[in-house]
């Protein structure tokens, strides 16, 4: 499972060889030279829970032509699952239009909803923290896993998150306290997410 960072770019540089670590670009962030020529896997948010400004957005898509994120996250309604529905509408023709793959956020009550798998790319886990961590969010995620489509996990700030995020199937991670204390909550995840990796690794060959 990747680790996305938003900023924390001297952090990020420093474990670069860590398979498990990805970056996250934002619209207000300036980190897409690095991640274009980095390696490292990467996507895009759309910065909506912090107030979605679509000038910056727009700017954003038109500086990512020609590359290869795992995903760009369609402008949403935090806490509002229809509205996001009409948003997605009106987003992932536009997403789609410079190339680039499509996540659709997940918000509470989007059980109840149709999901819109045959324009989606990818699953973004949204919403409350109750949400997250209901049944109907795990429906969704084996659905899409089953459907081939990555599943990315947003606010996850402890490891008792991370292990919930990788026990149901998500593929990628992002939260903010590893932009916050990157020289601490980076390492510890990253150690976290070996240790899990090698342990997989070994029941897999017993």
């Known amino acids: 499972m990747l680790l996305l960072v938003s900023g924390a770019t001297k952090t990020v540089k420093r474990v670069a060889g860590d398979p ?13 030279s690095y991640y274009a020529t980095s390696g490292i896997s990467w996507a895009a948010d759309n910065d909506c829970f912090n107030g979605f400004n679509k000038n910056r957005f727009i700017n954003m898509l038109d500086s990512m032509r020609g590359s290869n994120p795992l995903f760009v996250t369609a402008p949403d309604v935090v806490g509002d699952a229809s509205g996001t529905l009409d948003m997605f509408g009106h987003w992932e023709p536009v997403i789609h239009s410079y190339g680039l793959p499509v996540a659709f956020v997940l918000q509470d009550g989007q059980e109840k909803l149709c999901m819109p798998w045959g324009k989606l790319d990818a699953v973004f886990i949204g919403g409350s923290t109750e949400y997250k961590l209901g049944q109907e ?3 969704l995620v084996r659905e899409a896993k089953w459907r081939g489509k990555w599943v990315h996990m947003g606010r996850v700030n402890s490891i008792q998150r991370l292990s919930y995020a990788r026990d149901i199937g998500c593929d990628s991670v992002d939260g903010t306290g590893y ?8 390492p510890e995840a990253l150690s976290f997410l ?7 690794t070994i029941d897999e060959a017993i």
């Open 20 to 32: 498990n670590i990805g970056g996250l670009l934002t619209p207000r962030s300036r980190n897409l």
């Open 194 to 200: 070996k240790y899990e990796q090698t342990t997989l």
């Open 179 to 186: 932009s916050r204390f990157p020289d601490s909550n980076i």
């Open 137 to 139: 969010v795990r429906w």
